[in-house]
């Protein structure tokens, strides 16, 4: 489904100063699958789903999405794409259902009310469809930055630290929504700093540390390799070798 060939982003700081935010990474994501992207603050977690979604320009290598090149079929691959950012960005005036249709609209697909309403259902917040975004909590607002996303029926879904900061209920909800998404064929990838999350929901796991995509395994291959220790034992101890 997707597929990332010596991807390289390095943003300048100045005259003399560049951040190697992406180092040559290469990676395949399979069609159907969750991946979960893992890493320290500051890894190129963020920066590798933002140039994959389009919105950062690389400064060397390719990305492919079903086939599609992000730079020469731009308009293609992001209509495979939906994208849950980390940070809440939504227009404060703005109702609910308009932001549906205005996505919907940007993507260039025709109005469709019934689908409004079975997203909104699904996220529990049909009743809230006439609310101005300014009136919600932060947990509504990611309800509402999640039936953003699906609301173009993209073919994958990145999940940028889908449930940072939320309370229990929602978090639980939206792994079951991801889960129930997945099981409907959309290919997932999510970056996280939960590791039960990690574990819970993905097939594979990848790291990222530094820029460096240090490996992308089966997860269970993955724990079994570490002699049964928990995913967070792995990622607590790999991080810390690969920092010293």
Do not use: W
Request: hydrophobic share 40%; charged share 30%; glycine share 6%.
């Amino acid at each position: 489904m997707i597929k990332v060939t010596n991807l390289t982003k390095i943003y300048n700081k100045g005259t003399r100063r560049e951040l190697m935010a992406l180092d040559n990474v290469t990676l395949q994501v399979n069609k159907g699958e969750i991946l979960a992207l893992l890493g320290p603050n500051g890894a190129g977690k963020t920066t590798l789903i933002n140039t994959i979604c389009g919105l950062v320009e690389p400064t060397k290598g390719s990305v492919t999405v079903r086939g599609y090149d992000i730079k020469k079929d731009y308009r293609d691959s992001r209509q495979l794409i939906g994208l849950v950012p980390q940070e809440i960005f939504l227009e404060h005036f703005a109702t609910v259902i308009d932001v549906l249709r205005y996505t919907r609209g940007y993507f260039g697909k025709k109005q469709d009310e019934e689908l409004y309403k079975e997203i909104l259902s699904k996220l529990s917040i049909l009743n809230k469809k006439d609310e101005k975004i300014f009136k919600l909590s932060g947990g509504m607002k990611r309800r509402v930055l999640l039936a953003r996303a699906l609301v173009s029926e993209p073919e994958v879904l990145f999940l940028d630290e889908p449930t940072a900061g939320v309370d229990v209920e929602l978090r639980r909800e939206l792994i079951s929504l991801v889960k129930d998404l997945n099981k409907e064929g959309m290919t997932i990838i999510l970056t996280t700093h939960y590791l039960e999350e990690a574990e819970r929901l993905s097939d594979r796991v990848a790291l990222i540390n530094k820029g460096k995509l240090e490996f992308i395994k089966e997860k269970e291959s993955l724990v079994a390799e570490h002699k049964g220790k928990s995913l967070e034992d792995i990622y607590v101890n790999l991080v810390k070798d690969k920092n010293e």
